[in-house]
């Protein structure tokens, strides 16, 4: 069991940036996908960014290619988002999660089992 923890939520202005930070606890030293969801009012969930644990490789999807960075530190079991060049369009829930090794962020939230209670990013323009 994975129990993990998001931070770093708030109001910003377009162009602005945030850093989300995610905390995990439980079993933590298995090979984990890590990743970043976003859901807006109205949208379905959709998938901002990955790092798997095995190798810090990382996945992001265009639609934030370029802004937003995933990282995380393992001697302090969190993962981070740094989301720059923010847009009224990020506005949304952030949701931290975990799959298996080899979940993958473009097959959906389906493959991760474990979720976070979420945190809000608003973008005002």
């Known amino acids: 069991q994975v129990h993990l923890v998001e931070s770093g939520g708030g109001s910003v202005q377009a162009g602005g940036s945030l850093r989300l930070s995610c905390t995990a606890s439980?079993?933590?030293?298995?090979?984990?996908?890590m990743a970043w969801f976003r859901q807006a009012p109205g949208k379905e969930r959709e998938g901002v960014a990955s790092i798997y644990t095995q190798d810090d490789s990382t996945y992001l999807p265009d639609s934030v290619k370029g802004r937003f960075t995933i990282s995380r530190d393992n001697a302090k079991n969190t993962m981070y988002l740094q989301m720059n060049s923010l847009k009224p369009e990020d506005t949304a829930m952030y949701y931290c999660?975990?799959?298996?090794?080899?979940?993958?962020?473009?097959?959906?939230?389906?493959?991760?089992?474990?979720w976070g209670q979420g945190t809000r990013v608003t973008v005002s323009s």
């Open positions: 439980g079993y933590t030293d298995g090979r984990y996908c």
């Open positions: 999660a975990a799959g298996g090794p080899h979940a993958h962020l473009s097959r959906g939230e389906s493959e991760f089992p474990y």
